[in-house]
């Protein structure tokens, strides 16, 4: 019988917990979705102008490097005020140092290194709280 139990008292004891901890926060359980911040880096990097096209493998590869240096990518939290003040918090110039320190220790050609640090520009500029999305239930 005990082993019938438990399997069940388990899950109730979670869900128990996180409604406790708050889960019921505006908008419930979000998460950090860094899809705008592609978006917004991608756009950057299509300029048709001459600039856009000495600039555009830096910045493609730029942009690649910043979503996975993301610091809150895949991120979760118990409410989307939760995932609001994660996102306010975040330091972006010191982020901005970090991936200018990246585009300048990985690329020599100055038009990739530009390209690299205006995709970082364009991925951190496109940040505010519309990046908290609630998460499937």
């Not at 996180?18 to 950090?32: D, N």
């Not at 756009?43 to 942009?63: F, K, P, S």
């Not at 610091?71 to 996102?87: D, F, M, W």
Request: hydrophobic share 40%.
């Amino acid at each position: 019988m005990r082993r019938i139990a438990m399997p069940v008292l388990v899950p109730v004891a979670l869900v128990l917990v996180l409604s406790l901890a708050g889960c019921g926060g505006r908008g419930g359980l979000s998460h950090v979705a860094t899809d705008p911040l592609i978006v917004a880096c991608q756009a950057r990097c299509q300029q048709d102008d001459e600039y856009g096209v000495l600039t555009r493998n830096g910045c493609m590869r730029g942009c690649e490097a910043t979503r996975v240096r993301f610091p809150l990518r895949g991120n979760h939290y118990l409410s989307e005020e939760a995932c609001v003040k994660g996102v306010d918090a975040l330091n972006v110039d010191e982020q901005l140092r970090a991936m200018n320190t990246y585009c300048e220790d990985t690329w020599v050609n100055i038009h990739s290194r530009k390209g690299c640090k205006d995709a970082a520009q364009a991925f951190y500029g496109a940040m505010g709280e519309h990046l908290c999305r609630p998460d499937a239930r």
